[in-house]
């Protein structure tokens, strides 16, 4: 089964929905995706350069990181890098738990 799908909201602009399913399998250093805000990133290539750590990254990885990446504070930069890191939007119509 194909772990995204994608749904045509106008003529223009399209949104990749994601299942939590899909994203709690990838939760490793090479392949590391994780939930803010119901939005989902792939941090695979910022592990590195993540000014706080790999470690705190690879903590959330597959997880839903919107109250870890909230408590730091984190700057204006910090969330532009975050619209760079997405991926798509956790599906509304799929009802599962994180
Ligand atoms: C992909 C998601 C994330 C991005 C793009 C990101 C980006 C950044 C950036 C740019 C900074 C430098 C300070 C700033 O500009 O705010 C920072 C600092 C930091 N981040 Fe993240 N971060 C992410 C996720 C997380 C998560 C989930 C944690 C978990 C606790 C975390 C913990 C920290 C800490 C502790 C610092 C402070 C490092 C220091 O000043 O010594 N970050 N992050």
Redesign the pocket.
Known sequence: MSEEKTISVNATAQKTFLTYESVKSHTTQDDLW?V?HGKV?N?TK?IDE????EE??L??GGLD?TD??E?????????K??DE?CIGELDPSVCDII
């Open positions: 994780m803010i990133y941090c910022f993540h000014p706080g750590g705190v990254l903590d959330v990181a870890a990446f408590d730091v504070g984190h700057s204006e930069e910090a969330r890098i975050l890191l």
